[in-house]
């Protein structure tokens, strides 16, 4: 059979791989902390139809001759760049100018005792938050949002406690808010401000290999840079804080919007459609030839 025929499925089923991909960008266009993906493509192995020949005292040298077998997806990219910024006036709302993630807990019982395994944390760019019935800020799912814990101090006023844990607003709290370095203040039914907590981030020299695990969440992969030492999430030491060491500030009342662009993923579909037609114009062809050949006997 011919090797074009097949180099001709194989590109068909690259460009469809791309469009699934295109879709999915466009599919979420308007979803909140979403990172597009990119898909690259690679040649596949070639046939040697003669080899190389070093140069001789009489003859130069002659290049190898190849014939390509078609292209294969190189890799579907995470591209984490940053998305537009959508004011809400959402006290709950924050959006992460910078790089880090929010770091989202499961699992966790009253003890507030956090000593979890990779699998047990996810991590988001999605800043939409809510308040649960026992006032833990939570993500759309219930996953709880992971910080520095508060406590009261000798004199019965709320401070950091050092120690990782939920961030939890009381029910007698007037108001809250969220400053830039992810620390969450309230006024208590005392009109003093009193702090809940601070958010804190997850910091990864690769973010492209986090792994998306669905509902605008990422789970840790073996190449995605280990932000803890150990492999137990377990203490404050394994994030860093806002607007320090080159991390992102958390901006209330605004959410971060996808990072695709419309016109970007309209001019790739096009290239896709286009591939995919060409591919298919090679297969056609091919099977001309075939009935050519066939068309011999008679």
């Known amino acids: ?102 770091v989202l807990g499961r699992g966790l019982d009253a003890s507030d005792d956090v000593d979890m395994q990779a699998s047990d944390i996810s991590f988001s760019r999605s800043g939409n938050f809510y308040l649960d019935d026992d006032g833990y800020i939570v993500n759309p799912n219930g996953l709880y949002l992971l910080g520095e814990g508060a406590t009261a101090d000798a004199n019965g006023d709320m401070a950091l406690s050092g120690d990782l844990s939920r961030i939890q607003i009381p029910a007698n709290a007037a108001s809250f808010s969220i400053a830039a370095d992810g620390t969450v203040n309230y006024v208590d039914e005392n009109n003093n401000v009193q702090v809940a907590g601070q958010i804190r981030l997850a910091s990864f020299s690769n973010p492209g290999g986090l792994q998306k695990s669905g509902s605008n969440t990422f789970q840790l992969t073996n190449n995605s840079g280990v932000f803890t030492d150990d492999g137990v999430f377990n203490n404050l030491a394994d994030l860093v804080i806002p607007e320090s060491n080159g991390s992102a500030s958390v901006v209330s009342g605004a959410l971060e919007m996808s990072n695709v662009d419309l016109a970007e993923e309209f001019t790739e579909m096009i290239t896709a459609q286009r591939g995919f037609q060409a591919n298919t114009r090679i297969i056609t062809t091919s099977d001309e030839i075939l009935q050519e050949l066939v068309n011999l006997k008679r």
Not at 23 to 43: E, L, M, P
Request: aromatic fraction near 4%.
């Open 1 to 102: 059979m011919l090797r074009s025929m097949y180099a001709g499925i194989s590109g068909m089923r690259g460009f469809q791989t791309k469009l699934d991909v295109v879709g999915n960008n466009i599919a979420n266009v308007n979803t909140s902390g979403f990172k597009k993906g990119r898909v690259t493509f690679q040649d596949m192995m070639s046939q040697t139809m003669s080899g190389a020949q070093a140069p001789t005292t009489i003859r130069g040298g002659i290049n190898p001759s190849q014939v390509g077998l078609g292209s294969q997806v190189g890799s579907i990219d995470n591209i984490q760049t940053q998305g537009n910024r959508q004011t809400t006036n959402r006290t709950l709302d924050m959006a992460l100018e910078g790089d880090g993630m929010f």
